[in-house]
Structure formats: C-alpha cells, structure tokens
C-alpha cells in the first residue's frame, strides 16, 4: 500500500469515522478484489453488468488511459453481488482501450459477466494494479438504488489503473458503502422535513384544541447512524445539536434501561428554529436508533412520548411515522382531557402525540419550493409560549373558517390533485386563525417575498409555522418561482432556496 493510499485512508477516518480492517484492504488491495469477496464472504462472486457500450474517450478518460481523445473504449458498468444472498457488494466502472486489448481478451471482456481480474487469470497477461486514490462521496441516487441505502450516507470509492507492458490497460472505479464490511453493528435512521402550513383549533369550544395541518417533505433531511459504546459520544454536527442530541439520547438510554450507551455521527442535518421541524426529526431520529440498537420496538407514537414530542402538533410525528399530507385531531380539552390550556409542544411535556385523522400521498408531480430569508429564527421555547398565551383562545370564527377553507377547499383538491384549487387554500389560510398571528410577528419583507413567488407562479405560497421558512407550490414553473425568491431576498440581506418534493413514506430504518 503506497503512502499517498495510507493519507487518503487517514482523511476518509477523519470524515466518517474508524474503518475497518476489511474496508481498508479493499481500498488499498493491489489484487483481485473479487478473489477478496469470496474470502471475506465464503461465496462465489457474481458479476452482473448494468450497462457495456462501446463509446469515444473523452478529454479526463483519454488522461486516464494515457491514449488519445476520441479512441475507441470499452465502457462498462457491473455489480459484484454475493451469489448466495444477491446482495450487491461492490459497483464497479471501467474503461478499456480496445486497441490495447488482444483479441481473445476483448471477446472474454464483451461477453461481460466475468470478472476482470479473472479474465486477466485466464490469459495469463502480466499486469499491476495502480492506485490512484481513495475517497468519501455521498452516495446520490444510483448507489442509492445500487445498494439499497439512504441517498445521503457515505460511499467508499477508489480508483485504479491495471498496467499491461507498462501501459494503462483499464482504468477502474470501485464504490461500497461505508456502512458495509464492518466490524460493529449500526443503525443508519434517515428523516424527513415537514411544512407545518397551520394549527386549527386554539378556540377549545367543542373540547378539542390544537389540531395541524402538514406536509412531509423529502429534503432537507436528517441522517444519523449509531452504534453501541460504553459511552454517550456524538460527533459530525455543532455543539447545539449534540447538546440536544445528548439530552434525548440520555432520556432514552435511561428510559429502555439499555444497559450501555451509544456513539452518535450526524450525517446530515438542517437547521433548527426555522419551521421545518428539525427538533422533533433529530430527537425521533435518535430514540429509533437507540431503540433498535439495544432490541426495544417501539412504535412512533410511544417514540414521541419517550423524548416529548406532539404536544400540540402531531405533525412531525406522523411525518416520521409515514410521511404525505398529514392532517391531525389535536387534543381533549378540559379538566378531563389531555391539555387544560393553550401551549407549544415546548411547553406540553407529558401530552400524548394526537390522532391522525387525514393522511394522503401528496402530488408527486407538484414541487415544492423552500426559501429561508436571513432572518431572527423563529419563535421557540419561553417566547413560543408567551405567544399561545397572548393571543389565545382565538375568536370561534376564525376557526370555523379554517375548518370550513380546509374540509371543502383543501382536501378534495388533494384527492383530485388539483394545484390551484390547493394553491388557493394555502393562500387563504395565511390570513386565518393563528397563521395570521404567527404573520403578525414577522417583518414585512415576508409578505413581500410571498407576493414575489406567487407573482412567479406559484399556486400557493405561506410560511411554515413560526418562519422564517416560506413555501410556494407549483409545477413544472418551480425553476422561476425559486428565482424570484432568491432576487428578492438578495435585496434585503440574503437567504438560501432549494426545491424538494414531498415524502409520501416515513422515516427510512436501516441496520448494518
């Protein structure tokens, strides 16, 4: 193993965490890695070729095998997969200049379904194998589906040249995810976002308060793996977010009686306090990853209870539970019922999440624009509460018009799929009940950045729960609604965009 491979399987630990024995030898092996599988698996290796065409170097390929730009190359694309299980074990990328093949090698090489190195065997052709280097990526969409793992998890890849009479003969790319070939069993948990588009019922009259509407969102999104340690350790995020991760992870780990503790690496999150709910994700996220370390199946519901959350919105619960348009009952109200006055979530510890009694896949073909301006985060914690208590019971009519924009607008253009009728009911709950308190609080550019999405094209636009976080619909028009948002707010300090789908399924849970 050369020294630079030595560095580059000293930063990919920096980044993602210790590997394993096994790992670093498939990364820096100078053999047969198929030869490597079978020992490390006990079975035969299988090769199943995804794409084989014969294509034009261009200008980094031509680099590669040292030919010129325009020659002619095998590409190819397979999976080795453990034969006895099909589980796909390594994808691997190559490029082969047919003008450097001996005949008989290329016909063995175009039959595809046999792996390189053994056809290097069978031909008894002299070669090294030169490693160029060794790397973490994020895993994206193909080595997603590849290796059934979550798009955001860390993937190892290397590349090398297998030199014939001292010239490149193929050029090969190898990609695993970090989470295989481990020597310790983790969790890998990955969360949705959601869009909280309005409480319903903060007037109490008919015995129930609260109640929310809500849409679970594809990205952004949280991802966090966790393995056993005889200490709590977190790592990967800012001091924050490991301050809340520690508190809910010792709270669980005390509450199932583990017996141990747990090492916990943030993957991927997204900021908190700006409406889209990353505080209930994180601490839902971290109880399921404690709970299937240590063997405790606990459903949402009583994940939710286990770390307080759903105390006024179930929201973000159903949103990790199973994800779409969400719409919940709220809470008995009363001296007999579950909540006796008007509070957050933040101030409504020991309230059970409450019932779903609306969940409906969202459009996939309506796109959803986020725009989070540069400003004070949102309401939380004591100010949160002070607001609840200011200004609530709301006036009865108030909320009959929700209900009434909801139950006859709202929902049957769910169910028909129909954007501007949808559009026209998030516009029109912004200025209702306490969405139109929570637009009070807020400056008036967001009114203006509001105005300048629906101007775009936008069906509807609103903001998600306290802000800054605003939202806008539409379809194939997302690009020039994300552009209009994005000139708007450079007029007035700044903000970022990003354009997301819903998540019409929960949180995704896997163990390795």
């Given at each position: 193993?050369?020294?630079d491979?030595?560095?580059?399987?000293?930063e990919i630990?920096?980044?993602?965490?210790?590997?394993?024995?096994?790992?670093?030898?498939?990364?820096?092996?100078?053999?047969?890695v198929t030869?490597l599988?079978?020992?490390?698996?006990?079975?035969?290796?299988?090769?199943?070729?995804?794409?084989?065409?014969?294509?034009r170097?261009?200008?980094p390929?031509?680099?590669?095998?040292?030919?010129?730009e325009g020659e002619?190359?095998?590409?190819?694309?397979?999976?080795?997969?453990?034969?006895?299980?099909?589980?796909?074990?390594i994808?691997?990328?190559?490029?082969?200049p047919?003008?450097?093949?001996?005949?008989?090698f290329?016909?063995?090489?175009?039959?595809?379904?046999i792996?390189?190195g053994k056809?290097?065997?069978?031909?008894?052709i002299?070669?090294?194998?030169?490693?160029?280097?060794?790397?973490?990526?994020?895993?994206?969409?193909?080595?997603?589906?590849?290796?059934?793992?979550?798009?955001?998890?860390?993937?190892?890849?290397?590349q090398?040249?297998i030199?014939?009479?001292?010239?490149?003969?193929?050029?090969i790319?190898?990609q695993f995810?970090y989470?295989?070939?481990?020597?310790?069993?983790?969790?890998i948990?990955?969360?949705?976002?959601?869009?909280?588009?309005s409480?319903?019922?903060?007037?109490?009259?008919?015995?129930?308060?609260?109640g929310?509407?809500?849409?679970?969102?594809?990205?952004?999104?949280?991802?966090l793996e966790?393995?056993?340690?005889?200490?709590l350790?977190?790592?990967?995020?800012?001091?924050?977010?490991?301050?809340?991760?520690?508190?809910?992870?010792?709270?669980v780990l005390?509450?199932?009686?583990?017996?141990?503790?747990?090492?916990?690496?943030?993957?991927?999150?997204?900021p908190?306090?700006?409406?889209?709910?990353?505080g209930?994700q994180l601490?839902?996220?971290?109880?399921?990853?404690i709970?299937e370390?240590?063997?405790?199946?606990?459903?949402?519901?009583?994940l939710?209870l286990?770390?307080?959350r759903?105390?006024t919105?179930?929201?973000g619960?159903?949103?990790?539970?199973?994800?779409?348009?969400?719409?919940?009952g709220?809470?008995?109200f009363?001296?007999?019922?579950d909540?006796?006055?008007?509070?957050?979530?933040s101030?409504?510890?020991?309230?059970?999440?409450?019932?779903v009694?609306v969940?409906?896949d969202?459009?996939?073909?309506?796109?959803?624009?986020?725009?989070?301006?540069?400003?004070?985060?949102?309401?939380?914690?004591?100010r949160?509460?002070d607001?609840f208590?200011?200004?609530?019971?709301?006036?009865l009519?108030?909320?009959?018009?929700?209900?009434?924009?909801?139950?006859?607008?709202?929902?049957?253009a769910?169910?028909e799929?129909?954007?501007?009728?949808?559009?026209?009911?998030?516009?029109?709950i912004q200025?209702i009940?306490?969405?139109?308190?929570?637009h009070?609080l807020?400056?008036?550019?967001v009114a203006g950045?509001?105005?300048?999405?629906?101007?775009?094209?936008?069906a509807?636009?609103?903001m998600?729960?306290?802000?800054?976080?605003?939202y806008?619909?539409g379809?194939?028009?997302?690009?020039?609604?994300?552009r209009?948002?994005?000139?708007?707010?450079?007029?007035?300090g700044?903000?970022?965009t990003?354009?997301?789908?819903?998540?019409?399924?929960?949180?995704?849970?896997?163990v390795a």
């Amino acid at each position: 193993m050369s020294m630079d491979i030595v560095h580059s399987l000293r930063e990919i630990e920096d980044r993602v965490g210790r590997l394993s024995a096994v790992q670093k030898i498939l990364l820096g092996t100078d053999g047969s890695v198929t030869q490597l599988l079978e020992s490390i698996t006990g079975s035969p290796i299988s090769i199943t070729t995804c794409l084989q065409e014969i294509i034009r170097a261009d200008r980094p390929t031509a680099d590669r095998l040292a030919v010129a730009e325009g020659e002619l190359v095998n590409h190819r694309i397979v999976e080795l997969k453990d034969s006895t299980t099909g589980e796909v074990l390594i994808y691997a990328v190559s490029d082969t200049p047919i003008a450097r093949l001996p005949p008989s090698f290329r016909e063995d090489l175009m039959k595809a379904d046999i792996p390189i190195g053994k056809i290097i065997r069978h031909h008894r052709i002299e070669a090294r194998r030169e490693i160029l280097n060794a790397r973490v990526d994020p895993a994206g969409d193909v080595a997603s589906r590849t290796f059934a793992i979550c798009r955001n998890e860390p993937l190892l890849c290397r590349q090398y040249r297998i030199i014939h009479n001292n010239e490149p003969l193929i050029f090969i790319e190898e990609q695993f995810p970090y989470n295989r070939f481990l020597d310790e069993r983790r969790v890998i948990v990955e969360t949705p976002s959601r869009i909280h588009v309005s409480l319903i019922d903060l007037h109490g009259g008919l015995g129930r308060v609260d109640g929310g509407i809500g849409i679970a969102l594809d990205d952004p999104r949280i991802l966090l793996e966790a393995r056993q340690s005889p200490v709590l350790e977190v790592n990967g995020c800012d001091s924050r977010t490991a301050e809340r991760i520690v508190q809910v992870a010792t709270g669980v780990l005390s509450g199932i009686r583990a017996g141990g503790s747990a090492a916990i690496t943030v993957r991927t999150a997204y900021p908190s306090h700006v409406g889209l709910g990353s505080g209930s994700q994180l601490a839902l996220a971290t109880a399921r990853a404690i709970c299937e370390l240590y063997g405790r199946s606990m459903t949402v519901h009583d994940l939710a209870l286990l770390v307080g959350r759903g105390g006024t919105s179930g929201i973000g619960t159903a949103a990790f539970g199973h994800g779409g348009f969400i719409i919940d009952g709220g809470h008995r109200f009363g001296p007999a019922g579950d909540k006796t006055g008007f509070a957050p979530s933040s101030a409504s510890k020991g309230v059970p999440p409450p019932p779903v009694i609306v969940r409906h896949d969202f459009p996939p073909g309506w796109r959803i624009v986020l725009a989070i301006p540069d400003l004070p985060a949102g309401a939380s914690g004591n100010r949160e509460a002070d607001i609840f208590a200011q200004n609530c019971p709301l006036p009865l009519n108030e909320v009959q018009a929700l209900c009434h924009e909801v139950l006859m607008r709202m929902l049957p253009a769910i169910v028909e799929q129909d954007l501007d009728r949808f559009g026209a009911s998030i516009n029109a709950i912004q200025t209702i009940g306490f969405k139109k308190v929570e637009h009070r609080l807020q400056p008036p550019q967001v009114a203006g950045l509001l105005d300048a999405m629906r101007d775009a094209g936008a069906a509807g636009a609103g903001m998600s729960s306290f802000g800054p976080a605003l939202y806008a619909v539409g379809d194939t028009g997302v690009p020039a609604i994300e552009r209009a948002a994005q000139s708007f707010m450079q007029e007035w300090g700044g903000g970022t965009t990003l354009i997301t789908s819903a998540r019409n399924d929960g949180a995704a849970v896997r163990v390795a």
